[in-house]
């Protein structure tokens, strides 16, 4: 079955630059999530959009923006890199934003600031 | 505050044993989903089981089988027969609303030959 994708797998950039996360849900999910995962720590609630509109929002920071297109693809755009950026990005999908629905993640970008 | 608390940051199991990881949560909302996910080193987050806070039984998924005590605000995951494979981190997660997803800080679980 097809999985969430994430692009890309890996990325290093400098401080103070820029980094475009993207996400492609589940085919027919029409819901994605964004979280950050710290070394060591759980993951956290960034941004979340339903049929294209943001539908909740979590811990994200100014800096960063995302957006879900017309083919419910996402991008997680992050401005201004700063070291404590360095984390694994996670995209999840689901059919439906119900709290029954359960949330299928992605494999991660693992993002390093230098 | 702390709504997922997950108080075994890790445990031991001997291979072919069951374990059980707990976790216990805290909301005032009376519709909930509870979810355990499984994250090896490789860093993925793989769904075990899910939990409705209205679900009469308790949800079994193959070796996967959720312990929900409602009363007692507790949804502990039991696995069964542990194989080498189980052996990562686990999470124990909490949606209330329509969308944000809380985790617990995990249990590192390792599966012992």
């Known amino acids: 079955a097809a999985g969430v994708i994430q692009s890309p797998r890996h990325l290093i950039k400098e401080k103070r630059e820029t980094a475009t996360l993207k996400c492609y849900p589940i085919?027919?999910?029409?819901?994605v999530y964004w979280y950050q995962q710290g070394p060591g720590q759980d993951p956290q609630f960034l941004i979340s959009?339903?049929?294209?509109?943001?539908?909740d929002k979590g811990s994200i920071p100014d800096r960063f923006s995302a957006q879900q297109f017309s083919d419910y693809h996402s991008e997680l755009n992050m401005s201004s890199l700063e070291l404590g950026d360095s984390a694994l990005y996670f995209c999840?999908?689901?059919?439906?934003?119900?709290?029954?629905?359960?949330?299928?993640f992605g494999p991660g970008t693992r993002l390093l600031v230098l | 505050a702390q709504k997922i608390t997950q108080t075994q940051p890790g445990m031991f199991v001997q291979e072919k044993e069951a374990v059980t990881l707990d976790c216990t949560y805290d909301?005032?909302?009376?519709?909930?989903?509870l979810f355990w996910y499984k994250q090896p080193s490789s860093g993925e987050m793989i769904f075990l089981i899910y939990q409705g806070s209205y679900d009469q039984q308790n949800a079994t998924e193959g070796r996967y089988s959720l312990n929900f005590q409602k009363a007692r605000k507790s949804a502990n995951l039991v696995i069964s027969a542990s194989q080498l494979g189980d052996s990562a981190m686990y999470f124990c997660a909490m949606r209330e609303g329509p969308n944000d997803m809380r985790f617990g800080a995990g249990t590192r679980l390792t599966v012992k030959p």
């Open positions: 909301t005032s909302d009376p519709s909930y989903g």
């Open positions: 959009f339903y049929e294209k509109m943001q539908s």
């Open positions: 085919p027919r999910h029409d819901t």
């Open positions: 999840a999908s689901s059919l439906g934003n119900r709290v029954v629905e359960t949330q299928y």
